[in-house]
């Protein structure tokens, strides 16, 4: 039922936001260098690793690592790029890894590749079981103001009682939080 509910809202999505997607890639290709997308290397299920797309937010050559762990995140940005994050249409690309099943639209924010103490703690606790999503149940109660042990902690929440009620109220809540910008750091 989740993966049939996943391909259904994900390619609806993708069909709405075409015509803004090729918009947002036109606006970054005129106000930056380098390709509209970027690839990160991300953990998946059971702890693999797959290329998840977003809209390039950043400069070439910046660092791999966290956002939080960059000493001035802002100089990094490209001239669009603090609108994408803020407004977190850096992330539509991902109905791409939502469609070929690398993600889903709700689970646990996939971490990058080199974010070590969070991977090994939710695959201590589990929940490296869960397919990664775009958005999750730590997203919506807190997203990056929140440290990683009370990530997990909502990540384990979701985990115990996921369903299709849970999921569908963590995609309204989304919603809320994107529009009145809610949890965002950066």
Same mark, same amino acid.
């Given at each position: 039922?989740?993966?049939?509910?996943?391909?259904?809202?994900?390619?609806?999505?993708?069909?709405?936001?075409?015509?803004?997607?090729?918009?947002?890639?036109?606006?970054?290709?005129?106000?930056?260098?380098?390709?509209?997308?970027?690839?990160?290397?991300?953990?998946?299920?059971?702890?693999?690793?797959?290329?998840?797309?977003?809209?390039?937010?950043?400069?070439?050559?910046?660092?791999?690592?966290?956002?939080? #762990? #960059?000493?001035?995140?802002?100089?990094?940005?490209?001239?669009?790029?603090?609108?994408?994050?803020?407004?977190?249409? +850096?992330?539509?690309?991902?109905?791409?890894?939502?469609?070929?099943?690398?993600?889903?639209?709700?689970?646990?924010?996939?971490?990058?590749?080199?974010?070590? +103490?969070?991977?090994?703690?939710?695959?201590?606790?589990?929940?490296?079981? #869960?397919?990664?999503? #775009?958005?999750?149940?730590?997203?919506?109660?807190?997203?990056?103001?929140?440290?990683?042990?009370?990530?997990?902690?909502?990540?384990?929440?979701?985990?115990?009682?996921?369903?299709?009620?849970? +999921?569908?109220?963590?995609?309204?809540?989304?919603?809320?939080?994107?529009?009145?910008?809610?949890?965002?750091?950066?």
């Amino acid at each position: 039922m989740k993966r049939t509910l996943d391909l259904l809202l994900a390619s609806l999505a993708a069909l709405l936001l075409l015509l803004p997607a090729a918009g947002i890639a036109l606006l970054i290709k005129l106000t930056s260098r380098g390709p509209v997308l970027y690839w990160s290397d991300r953990i998946g299920q059971n702890n693999r690793v797959f290329r998840m797309p977003k809209f390039r937010s950043m400069r070439l050559g910046t660092p791999a690592v966290a956002t939080h #762990l #960059l000493a001035d995140p802002q100089t990094f940005l490209t001239p669009v790029g603090s609108f994408l994050r803020r407004s977190s249409l +850096d992330e539509l690309p991902q109905l791409w890894s939502v469609l070929v099943g690398d993600m889903s639209l709700v689970g646990p924010r996939p971490a990058l590749y080199n974010q070590y +103490d969070l991977i090994e703690l939710r695959t201590r606790r589990g929940v490296h079981d #869960l397919l990664p999503g #775009l958005t999750g149940w730590a997203q919506v109660n807190g997203r990056d103001e929140l440290p990683i042990p009370v990530k997990v902690d909502y990540d384990v929440e979701y985990l115990r009682n996921q369903s299709v009620w849970l +999921d569908l109220r963590i995609l309204c809540l989304t919603v809320a939080r994107v529009v009145f910008r809610e949890g965002v750091s950066h």
